[in-house]
């Protein structure tokens, strides 16, 4: 008989749940974008109160079946769904939204951010941290700029890997302004690392990914727990990549 391969480390498929155990954190609650499961009441709940939400699936990555929906003027909505979009009115909303839907799936309903731009296409951060042994490392960090006409980062959408550095200069002129600002993030990152850790003590890598407003606030958007990394192959730092490659051994 073929021994089967004992997984070593921990898998949270649900966004929902790893939402809510991160909102329990008092550290984390301000950057924590409200998010709700879809129902048509909550829709209408979330789009009074927020001029752009996205609608995603529960389970899943990779940036499928996300709907960017946007409030216009006159009651009417603009839905966007890949690189589609169409105005509808209020009455025919509902009908437009779970007409994307895939049979069987949960969704959920995310605030949206007004994220940073890096020459005039929106960016978030990938964080990437990894537990070879007992501590937690901030092993890398990348920048996500989105293809033209799409709203998500996402690599294996067309996204554009750049290094983070590159990216913070459009948001943040002092370079010791921009340290500070990574040091911030290094340390979000590692409270997310922390508080999961503690409700699911099997995590052994996290990929978060992190938007920036135009203010510069952060936004927490998704902790994948299984990340892909070959976005780090892309941006000239052959020794970040190496170093996770050996982390990432270390602990499959």
Known sequence: MTKRKIRRYQQIASKMLKTRV???????????PETRWYTRPNLEEMLERHAVVFVKPDKGGGGAGILRIEKRDAGRFRVCFR???????????????????????HYLIQQGISLS?????????????????????????????????RFVTNYCRGGHPLP?????????????????????????????????NERFPGLRELGIDVGLDRHGHP???????????????????????????????MIV
């Open 83 to 105: 690189t589609r979009c169409r105005e509808v009115e209020r009455m025919r909303l509902f009908s437009a939204v779970e007409s994307c839907f895939s049979p069987a799936k």
């Open 22 to 32: 991160l909102q329990q954190d008092p550290s984390l609650r301000g950057v924590i």
């Open 164 to 196: 983070v550095e590159t990216a913070l200069k459009a948001v943040v002129r002092e370079p010791a302004e921009r340290e500070r600002m990574i040091r911030n993030l290094h340390h979000m990152a590692e409270r997310v690392a922390e508080v999961l």
């Open 117 to 149: 731009l890096y020459r005039g296409s929106p960016f978030d951060l990938r964080i990437l941290l990894q537990r070879p042994g007992r501590r937690w490392i901030v092993s890398g960090m990348v920048a996500k700029v989105a293809a033209s006409g």
């Open 219 to 249: 936004w927490i958007f998704e902790v994948n727990t299984r990340p892909q990394f070959k976005m780090f192959s892309k941006i000239g730092r052959r020794d970040l990549f190496a170093k996770i490659l050996k982390y990432h051994r």
